[in-house]
């Protein structure tokens, strides 16, 4: 576990499996239909309950599929956390990609504030099935939570799966957080 600061901002770099955090929210990493098939999506699933998925599907019929960049939000079921903010992140090779992620971690931090949340927790979306490479992924993300207007959030938890993963973080995010 590593600890960054952004103002009186927590950044928590840990490693393991998301479903386990205490967080306001958890973020999923989603697809448009949010059908949670793979993944981090269906350790949620399976964890949280099946009224996840339930919900996510509701949402589609309700306002159609969520757009690349993009939130959606559902209770959390059985998980620790309140709500399952699920972010679609891009498929790396999209031309618009860095910027579709960027906004997808924007988005979700944007609704934690608009649900006056103080934590909040991240996987690494899109380096698993969606292919980003976690450095470029770690970059992008370590820009959003430097430079994000926070308002409410207080503790920001990376979580990443594996030890490659989050000593790519580990290394990005030294950089990024500790220059000015
Ligand atoms: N806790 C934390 N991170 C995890 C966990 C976990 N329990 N399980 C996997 N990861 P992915 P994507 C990591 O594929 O690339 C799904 O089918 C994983 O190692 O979950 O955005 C969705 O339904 C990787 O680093 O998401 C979409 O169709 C990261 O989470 C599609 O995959 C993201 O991997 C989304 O693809």
Redesign the pocket.
């Known amino acids: 576990m590593k600890v960054y600061r952004v103002g009186d901002v927590s950044i928590v770099l840990v490693e393991?499996?998301?479903?386990e955090l205490e967080a306001d929210a958890i973020v999923?990493?989603?697809?448009q239909y949010?059908?949670?098939?793979?993944?981090?999506?269906?350790?949620?699933v399976r964890k949280g309950g099946y009224v996840i998925q339930e919900e996510s599907r509701e949402w589609v019929r309700r306002y159609g599929p969520v757009p690349v960049g993009g939130v959606a939000v559902t209770s959390a079921g059985k998980l620790k956390a309140k709500y399952v903010i699920h972010a679609?992140?891009p498929?790396y090779g999209d031309p618009e990609g860095d910027a579709k992620l960027a906004s997808a971690i924007k988005s979700a931090l944007d609704k934690a504030e608009e649900l006056n949340l103080n934590s909040i927790a991240f996987?690494?979306?899109?380096?698993?099935?969606?292919?980003?490479p976690?450095r470029i992924?770690a970059e992008i993300m370590a820009n959003v939570l430097k430079n994000y207007r926070y308002r409410n959030v207080k503790k920001v938890i990376v979580?990443?799966?594996?030890s490659v993963?989050y000593r790519e973080f580990e290394e990005v995010f030294d950089k990024v957080f500790t220059s000015s």
């Not at 393991?16 to 479903?19: F, H, M, V």
């Not at 999923?28 to 697809?31: F, K, L, Q």
């Not at 979580?159 to 594996?162: D, P, S, V």
């Open positions: 393991g499996d998301i479903t999923n990493a989603a697809n949010l059908e949670h098939g793979g993944g981090v999506a269906l350790a949620i679609v992140g498929v996987p690494a979306i899109s380096t698993g099935v969606y292919g980003y976690y992924a979580c990443l799966y594996g993963a």
